[in-house]
DNA sequence: TGCGGCACAGACGTCCGATGTATCCGCCCA
DNA sequence: TGGGCGGATACATCGGACGTCTGTGCCGCA
């Protein structure tokens, strides 16, 4: 194995074992080097590899620390990922997001507090009736999110945050060619504030359910 | 911005734009390095990074290529990051595993052939009735994985195999302290079997629920 | 005494050039 | 025609030098 990916290995199980918790500081490059046995460049690679996906994170003019390890910050990584995927790999992300969501939606029914509520109602008010498609995508995604932070698992959160991105071209070209898909779009997002006011869990899951389909069933028609 | 993550982002753009295609060859090292405006180290960190997460891949000797960009790849790399979750998130991706992996085993149900049920049906019959802890578990995570893998979504069949990782090891303190995990985890994989043999996706689902809630509730009420 | 600016030290950022090593491929020989 | 050898190519690794940024403490001013 390169004396890199030896590296990446060996800081890694520097972190699973304990040895360097979540915040610490590493020792500074040319010392760590030496201590794994390689040169500073080599090392570099491997940390630069590591703060990629969120692990590490380099301050220049500071030091190198591990970053907080939260779930919220290592599935942030995903949506970079998810940005390579292909137009044909689409369907499979959405149907993907079509489980989640409305377990999600569903979740956050007992959580979701009036406060929160009360701003996805103002949110959904200030949008007006008929916006433009920009502003209604940008909206959709932070009603989504508002919804599922209130889920009770980060995990499923940061998840659903990484796998809506790609899916959000879709809905742009939906906008702007299918007939009403704009009302459409506010008239289920109402429905499932309703059914969250209502705390009914299974209302809320079937709404959300019917909303994500649409936008599949559309998108399955066109491809 | 570091011209190292000028350098990922625009071999990134060079990717989702589509001038470089799954499985063509980059420029070697030095020219990209001259054509993007920085050093070959400073290059060789960006291409680093971007092999860590499958997105290129280099072959000392021969050259650097962009991988398949197949979701199953790209989502492996999901399983690194996953192994840094500390403890006391399991649970988190074990709630998340709860929703995906009943709705996977749904889809497997119209979708599974003979020959595949078969072929767990004969991995179980091996095992026997006592198996010890560690092969049942290794046994676990291959019957489910044979299950998702014929749900007809490579990319929610990557997600649980990533996510399976972590809640791995809750199996075995599991089968280590707790009565009859074994044969109750038996018993519920030859449900499971019989409602896809019945192509009954409903009772699949219940069934994979109910297995997957078992350990849940035990984790729950260990931790 | 308290505050703000400045200078220094430490750590990451970038680059260069050289050398090692694996792979590919064409030439040569049997 | 088949197989082995060697050159060309490209990645792997290294060591060192210099730039740039950040944190910190000293020092002077109010």
Redesign the interface.
Known sequence: MAV?DEA?EKI?SM??SGALRPGSRLPKESELAADLGLSR?SL???V??????R?LDVRQGDGTYVTS?D?QL??E??S???????DD?VL??L??RR??EP?ATALAAPLITEGQLDALSRQLDELGEDPPVEDLVAADLEFHRGIVRSCG????CS?LDGLSGPTTRARVWRGLTQEDAVGRTLREHRAILAALRDRDAEAARSWATVHIASVEQWLRSTL
Chains 1, 2 share one sequence.
């Not at 970079?80 to 292909?86: E, I, L, S």
């Not at 698992?153 to 499923?156: G, K, M």
Request: hydrophobic letters at 65%; aromatic letters at 8%.
């Open positions: 890199t990446i890694k972190i699973v460049n570099r690679e491997a630069r590899a590591l703060s990629l996906i692990i390890l779930p290592l599935l990584a995903l970079f990922v998810v940005d390579f995927h292909r790999t499979e992300f149907a993907v489980i989640l377990a698992n980060s995990v499923l998840l």
